[in-house]
């Protein structure tokens, strides 16, 4: 199976700042890993992913970066806004894990005005 | 395009009783998979279906079933509520699969009296 552990379960940064949300997991096998972002009252909405044979993928103000040798896997945000605010969620698949996606605690981000 | 609704939005009930809950997901996607929130254990994943079978589950106790029909509509029964099903419960769609960017839709709040 799959054991995912967040680092920090809140983090609150300035308005502008960068964020970096943090991610272990257990299994080397794992091969696809997302990014959520969930606000309140409704679901989890996808960001960004990267497979395993990469270690770094870039979307518009977020950056996924995975690191296969000591399992870790983080999320930067660029010039956090307000509107960025919501729990932040990693999740993991892997073929020779389950067949299934696992979740991490999640990081409430709060972003200060 | 529509994003994936569930129905209904907001349930309760006692112990003892069942409930079925229903997903339809984005048109064209073929798989749907279902997932129970709360805030003690997270995000876990119940089970997942394409093209009306299940092709993976998670751990959790056969009072948790669901099904798929021909227009990739899925609905969850949960038999016997316990307590600790008190959740929300929400479901994703996806083209080809769990390894494919899951779209979760709004969830159901279930609370058991």
């Known amino acids: 199976g799959e054991n995912v552990g967040l680092h920090l379960p809140t983090l609150s940064v300035q308005e502008g700042d960068n964020s970096i949300i943090n991610c272990a997991y257990s299994n080397s096998a794992s091969d696809y890993f997302i990014w959520y972002k969930q606000e309140s009252g409704k679901g989890p909405q996808f960001i960004i992913d990267i497979r395993s044979n990469m270690d770094k993928r870039q979307g518009q103000r977020v950056t996924v970066l995975l690191n296969k040798t000591v399992k870790h896997l983080s999320l930067q945000i660029a010039a956090t806004q307000p509107g960025d605010s919501a729990v932040y969620f990693c999740a993991i698949y892997g073929e020779t894990s389950g067949s299934r996606l696992t979740f991490g605690e999640g990081t409430q981000l709060t972003v200060n005005p | ?113």
């Open chain 2, 1 to 113: 395009k529509a994003g994936v609704t569930q129905t209904p939005r907001y349930l309760i009930k006692t112990r003892g009783q069942q409930v079925t809950l229903s997903c339809s997901p984005i048109s064209g996607h073929r798989s749907v998979s279902w997932y129970q929130q709360t805030p003690g254990q997270g995000l876990q994943f119940l089970f997942e279906y394409f093209s009306e079978t299940q092709r993976n589950k998670g751990n959790f106790p056969g009072r948790f079933s669901g099904r798929q029909f021909s227009n990739s509509r899925s609905e969850m029964n949960v038999s016997t509520l316990e307590l600790g099903d008190s959740a929300l419960y929400l479901c994703a769609s996806s083209l080809g699969g769990l390894a494919d960017t899951q779209y979760f839709g709004p969830g159901t709040r279930l609370t058991v009296l």
